[in-house]
């Protein structure tokens, strides 16, 4: 796997962690859950401007928000007790697609 690509997907999994800590830090209410959103914010950011250095911006933000916005939606489920009806999960289904499709198909991908 290409070092690029390892650090898109930690800036994701940063992202995720940091707006997961948004919730808990309830309006950056409390302390710890607040520091660790400016973390891992800033952490998936320097990521992404590695990524940048090979990969075009447009599919760079689309793989890295497609892939948090269905990571959060899980970690709403599954930690928060959020429900998703059909149409949200088809949603989610199809942002999964869009990023199978510009990885598998696009020359713009960066591979």
Known sequence: MPAHYLYLILAVAAETIGTSALQASQQFSRLMPSILVLVAYTVSFYLLSQVL????????????????IVFIAMIGF???????DL???LGLGLIIAGIVVINLFS?????
């Open 53 to 68: 250095r090979v990969m075009p911006v447009g599919i760079v933000y689309a793989i890295w928000s497609g892939l948090g």
């Open 78 to 84: 599954v930690v928060f007790g959020q429900r998703l």
């Open 107 to 111: 020359g713009s991908a960066g591979h």
């Open 87 to 89: 149409p949200a999960v």
